[in-house]
């Protein structure tokens, strides 16, 4: 059936609005002329509301969100008591359980953040807690004995750490993913069934939030395989970039598998593996971002995960393999890294220029190398606020640095091609928010602005999750709504040009067409 939307605010993309937009019976917007020739028509009214291209998710980690949600659900609890009412009911409802997985416990927490604490909820199976950003797991003794670190002797980490307690054993507190997956890869594997249960339960969340595609960006062994199962079941109603994680130990001997899935992914009309995903540095939140200033605490200036040599062979490896590079860079040293990596990394496939994620931290001369290496930036713009997340790295940064983070207007001053993404599990997949932070840069009306400057505008938030989001996954369709494109756009409950940050805040998505398909019904 061909549709006419008209009786609210049309949004096209690139500052441009319509008062009216028709899509043909093949789910593509057209001219007037077009769907008065089709068999059959529908206006539809959109009752003073706003119309929106659909929205892309340039860097989230989908399967990872719905296996957090299969395990205890923790984000509401902040004190160490609920939590161990809540560990110890989980145990003792359920006997059988091998293996204890709870997510996401808040750092900010008081109370001692130990294996001890844990063995006093729950001593006899290892206990598995994931921190609010996923960068840090806090597990019991039984935990540490399974991955064999309680017997005084621990293996040499490529990044991150074991914290250690005075008596020299682990404190039970593992940074980063080096040493967290010493004991995540004992962790039980989910069944391929329950893996696409996982994944399915994450899309819904994707169709709630208006979103129609989303770039994985971390996919290991065994997961591009669930993406497949459920393609290959016809239960995808999303589109998926795969982004492979090059581990800096395994890089060679994995990324034959890489090219492996990549042809068998290319079976799949909703999916693709364009990208292989480098981390160059940790995050503030552990101190673990490189800096070129040292952290006011530790004193010292983070880390950085590859050797430039091996870094500049793989992004070339990469490139000459037609991928695209996504970079994790988070400090002003690991975006500069990056940055110099990239620059003499040799040939780019074309079309697919190199993403810097996260870029937290960033001065006006790394804009402008990132602009002449023609670098995108993939930002998080839900980070943008004075919530606890930022707030927990200003020991570490000071008040200056934190208040220069996430300088996302600046960049787009520089012309630099700016998409924006949720990084889902570690924060919302909820694209209404993350424009609320890009707009009026706080979450709510209680919370101090974090860097104001750096406001950017409506027109500017939506394009940084729709034209942007295509021009960074290399696409060709625009990710405006223009006609002869397939009709993928949010029908949001109000028209957000008239709204303040209340109505920003409480607004909803209607209806999220993806081909002219309204899959939130
Ligand atoms: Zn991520």
Redesign the pocket.
């Known amino acids: 059936m061909a549709l006419h939307f008209q009786g609210g605010t049309i949004y096209l993309g690139f500052g441009v609005y319509a008062e009216e937009l028709f899509v043909d019976d093949s789910g593509h917007i057209c001219d007037v002329e077009t769907f008065k020739a089709a068999k059959t028509q529908e206006v539809i009214s959109l009752n003073g509301n706003l119309l929106v291209p659909g929205f892309r998710d340039t860097?989230?980690?989908p399967l990872f969100a719905g296996r957090e949600a299969q395990g205890l659900d923790i984000t509401s609890i902040h004190t160490i008591d609920e939590l161990g009412l809540a560990l110890k009911t989980q145990r003792s409802k359920n006997p059988e359980l091998g293996w204890l997985d709870a997510a996401v416990y808040d750092r900010s927490m008081t109370g001692l953040q130990t294996r001890e604490t844990l063995d006093s909820f729950v001593p006899d199976i290892p206990v598995v807690l994931h921190a609010d950003d996923?960068h840090t797991l806090w597990v019991n003794t039984k935990a540490l004995e399974v991955a064999g670190l309680m017997n005084g002797d621990l293996p040499s980490l490529s990044a991150g750490r074991i914290d250690l307690a005075e008596n020299g054993l682990p404190t039970g507190i593992l940074r980063e993913w080096p040493a967290m997956s010493l004991v995540m890869n004992l962790a039980p594997a989910n069944s391929l069934q329950e893996d696409v249960q996982a994944l399915l339960w994450a899309e819904q969340q994707f169709i709630q939030a208006g979103i129609i595609e989303c770039q994985d960006?971390?996919i290991d062994r065994g997961m591009a395989e669930v993406y497949i199962e459920a393609a290959k079941q016809g239960l995808l109603k999303l589109d998926y970039s795969l982004a492979f994680r090059a581990d800096v130990e395994t890089f060679s001997s994995d990324f034959a598998y890489f090219l492996e899935l990549r042809v068998e992914l290319s079976k799949y009309k909703n999916l693709t593996a364009q990208a292989v995903k480098f981390f160059v540095d940790g995050v503030f939140g552990s101190a673990t971002a490189s800096v070129s200033e040292p952290y006011l605490d530790s004193k010292n200036v983070g880390e950085l995960n590859w050797a430039k040599d091996e870094l500049v062979k793989a992004l070339s490896i990469a490139h000459q393999n037609g991928f695209q590079v996504h970079i994790?860079a988070i400090g002003d040293a690991g975006v500069e890294f990056a940055l110099d990596c990239i620059s003499e990394a040799s040939y780019r496939p074309t079309g697919l220029d190199p993403v810097i994620?996260h870029a937290e931290l960033t001065t006006s001369a790394l804009l402008m190398k990132a602009k002449q290496l023609e670098t995108n930036l993939c930002m998080q713009p839900y980070w943008a606020q004075n919530n606890g997340m930022l707030l927990s790295c200003r020991d570490h940064l000071g008040d200056t640095r934190l208040h220069s983070l996430y300088a996302i207007k600046d960049m787009i001053d520089a012309g630099l091609n700016v998409s924006f993404s949720s990084?889902w599990p570690?924060s919302t997949p909820s694209v209404l928010q993350g424009i609320t932070v890009a707009v009026f840069r706080q979450g709510s009306s209680q919370m101090f602005k974090h860097n104001p400057d750096q406001a950017i505008s409506l027109e500017q938030a939506i394009d940084s999750y729709t034209s942007s989001a295509c021009k960074l996954l290399g696409k060709q369709n625009s990710g405006t709504l223009t006609i002869g494109q397939p009709f993928d756009a949010v029908i949001l409950d109000r028209n957000l040009k008239e709204e303040n940050l209340d109505g920003f805040l409480s607004a909803k998505v209607l209806a999220t067409y993806k081909a002219g398909i309204n899959l939130l019904v």
């Open positions: 860097h989230a980690h996923h960006a971390w994790h994620a990084d570690v």
